[in-house]
């Protein structure tokens, strides 16, 4: 099993700038392939970023390329989003993923994310 944690959520305008952090425990944090999904009000979730274990390739939704930026420690065992140039449609609740093989299988509980215009 992985346990999954979240922070660094909160509320901004737009254009501003908020990083998100996720600890991860329970398994080799290099061998995990982790993400970043979000979910907006009466929407459903969707894929933001993911990462391989080496942080050797990154992936990204179009919606926030070139805004967005996932990256990982793994020494310290954190993986983070930085999220600029945010848009009142960024608004949502940010999950912490991780993979089980082939399927993000294991979540962390959420942080959320609030974008004023």
């Known amino acids: 099993q992985v346990q999954l944690k979240e922070s660094g959520g909160g509320s901004v305008q737009a254009g501003g700038s908020l990083r998100l952090s996720c600890i991860a425990s329970g398994r080799t944090f290099n061998e995990l392939n982790m993400g970043w999904f979000r979910q907006a009000p009466g929407k459903e979730r969707e894929f933001v970023a993911a990462?391989?274990?080496?942080?050797?390739?990154?992936y990204y939704a179009d919606s926030v390329k070139d805004r967005f930026t996932i990256s990982r420690d793994n020494v310290e065992k954190v993986m983070y989003l930085q999220m600029d140039r945010l848009k009142p449609e960024d608004t949502g609740v940010y999950y912490c993923?991780?993979?089980?093989?082939?399927?993000?299988?294991?979540w962390g509980q959420g942080t959320q994310v609030t974008v004023s215009s």
């Open positions: 990462i391989r274990g080496d942080g050797t390739n990154w």
């Open positions: 993923a991780a993979k089980n093989i082939l399927k993000f299988e294991f």
